[in-house]
């Protein structure tokens, strides 16, 4: 399988949501990050079809978007999506099996065990109108996976998944990441260090990283520091640097921050994660007012 | 008989069964047979909510036993204006159904499935227009039984507030994208409704107020109408209309 994205831009009257962004992707498990607004969701929704880009083109094996060969081969979780609240889970995943095009005792055989995957088996008969966010959320990702697709995507999946879950579902796509592309896009950054082969970083619509997670952590590798300083000292580094972490201690002020030197003569070093990659990139602090520092 | 089950219970026992090897795979990449577009089209009944079906007959039997109901001796056209008042529920019934995914925030994942959403209120709709037609026909004939109408003009009485409210509808839920769409869709049924009632009453007939040729050309002026909405409309299901929920 390989997707191929193609100079894809998608623009909205006088806003550029996603801009000239071209990648392959091969099987694996891929990450978007960025922070809200950053064009994830544009993307993924041109992916799937559903928006139609500006300009560019995607094509998975020479399929296009619109075409119903790609749509068997996709799975697909929203980020906000509804449901009819007469259905139980079993029949709503009955009901987007049919879409799918599933044969009856295929699909029903599909959703038992998914419903199992998922931890939902208890609740297959029961209304989705009486599910919490997580067991729905659960309930969704459940249905992108029914076609056994080849191209999943999946956006903020582990939104409203309690820890427990969200490592079941961290084990089920290291599972599946054989042979197919996943493509999902989280803030919670833990998920993405466990589970991605690749980050996809954007940021203003642009893609501006591509790499696996030692390529991209490269980029603020030895510019996180940590020191304790007095509580002065540490509200004037606030506005200078970008603060990943601050802890109150008894006399102290403990900060982590990013800088292309020592922030303090105390200041130590310290190894560079995911994390703090995510907030250099999506802080407040401004490119222009770093680099002026 | 037993013999065979015997015999297969003893290999069972002298054989001790492998561990399964790459099962979880095996499973993962499974092919899952899949269903044609008839089987598709069959499968969508089931979904349509059983409800929608029952009230399209409550409506049809309202207007069946208004008809028989009236003594066709002391006819007064004036009365068989219910008929058509009521026609435009019947569309109704279908635009609720139809603008189902819209009210329930569905439309992203119906729009990614095999068969897009596009298909799925192709599908819907030729299953409930199928029905409406019928009881619509099953009206006709009753009609002419007891008018002495020609059926051109009995036609005009039901088809034309059928797609006046087809064409509304339409409308509406080409501009309205949001949940709310199914009480504008009700206000254009109840427009319509009132408004063949209230041009009832003033006109005696309103198809024999105005020509004959009139109504024909309203008529083709409607269906072309409602080919023309139903088109964007579907085309608009092709793509999300991204902050319209």
Redesign the interface.
């Given at each position: 399988m390989e997707l191929i994205i193609d100079r894809i831009t998608k623009q909205?009257a006088n806003k550029i949501a996603v801009d000239r962004i071209s990648c392959s992707l091969k099987d694996g498990v891929y990450a978007l990050l960025g922070s809200n607004g950053a064009g994830k969701t544009?993307l993924m929704?041109m992916l799937?079809?559903?928006?139609?880009p500006t300009s560019g083109e995607i094509k998975l094996n020479d399929l296009n978007t619109?075409d119903?060969e790609y749509?068997?081969l996709?799975g697909?979780l929203?980020q906000?999506?509804?449901?009819?609240?007469?259905f139980t889970a079993m029949e709503f995943l009955m009901?987007?099996s049919?879409?799918?095009?599933?044969?009856?005792s295929?699909?029903k055989l599909?959703s038992t065990?998914l419903l199992n995957i998922t931890s939902l088996s208890d609740v297959a008969k029961k209304k989705i109108k009486t599910f919490s966010g997580g067991m729905k959320q659960r309930l969704g990702i459940a249905?992108a996976m029914l076609?056994?697709p080849k191209l999943l995507i999946l956006d903020e999946p582990t939104a409203g998944l309690d820890p427990k879950e969200r490592v079941k579902f961290r084990n089920l796509i290291s599972?599946?990441s054989?042979?197919r592309i996943i493509i999902l896009s989280t803030h919670i950054v833990s998920d993405i260090e466990y589970i991605a082969n690749k980050i996809l970083v954007m940021k203003s619509g642009q893609l501006i990283h591509n790499g696996s997670l030692d390529e991209i952590i490269k980029v603020i590798e030895n510019k996180i520091w940590e020191c304790s300083v007095s509580t002065s000292e540490a509200e004037n580094l606030s506005k200078m640097y970008t603060i990943i972490n601050i802890r109150h201690e008894k006399d102290n002020t403990f900060l982590r921050l990013v800088s292309d030197k020592s922030p303090t003569p105390d200041a130590v070093k310290a190894q560079a994660c995911l994390e703090d990659l995510y907030i250099y990139y999506f802080s407040d602090i401004s490119e222009v007012e770093r680099n002026g520092k | 008989m037993n013999k065979d089950k015997k015999l297969k219970l003893e290999i069972k026992s002298a054989y001790e069964i492998p561990e399964s090897n790459r099962k979880k795979d095996f499973l993962i990449n499974l092919e899952i047979p899949k269903i044609n577009f008839y089987e598709f089209f069959i499968s969508q009944i089931k979904y349509i909510r059983k409800r929608i079906f029952f009230i399209q007959l409550v409506v049809m039997l309202i207007c069946l036993i208004t008809l028989l109901s009236i003594d066709s001796t002391s006819l007064n056209i004036k009365y068989i204006s219910i008929l058509p008042s009521a026609i435009p529920f019947f569309v109704l019934i279908i635009a609720t159904e139809i603008s189902r995914s819209i009210s329930y925030n569905m439309t992203e994942l119906e729009m990614t499935t095999k068969y897009s959403l596009g298909q799925i209120i192709i599908v819907r709709t030729a299953i409930l227009g199928s029905v409406n037609f019928i009881f619509l026909i099953f009206l006709l004939i009753s009609l002419k039984l007891k008018l002495e109408y020609s059926t051109l003009i009995l036609s005009l009485y039901i088809f034309i507030p059928f797609l006046l409210t087809c064409f509304g509808s339409l409308y509406v839920m080409n501009y309205i994208r949001n949940k709310n769409v199914n009480f504008y869709c009700a206000g254009v049924s109840i427009s319509v409704s009132l408004a063949n009632i209230l041009l009832y009453n003033a006109t005696g007939n309103m198809y024999n107020y105005l020509s004959v040729k009139f109504w024909l050309i309203l008529l083709v002026a409607l269906i072309v109408g409602v080919i023309i909405q139903a088109k964007k409309f579907i085309r608009s299901t092709e793509e999300y209309n991204w902050n319209s929920l």
């Open positions: 909205y544009t929704r799937c079809g559903v928006l139609a619109s119903e749509r068997n996709l697909y929203p906000d999506f509804g449901y009819y609240p007469d009901y987007i049919s879409l799918k095009g599933l044969d009856k295929a699909a599909r065990e249905q076609n056994n599972d599946l054989k042979d | -």
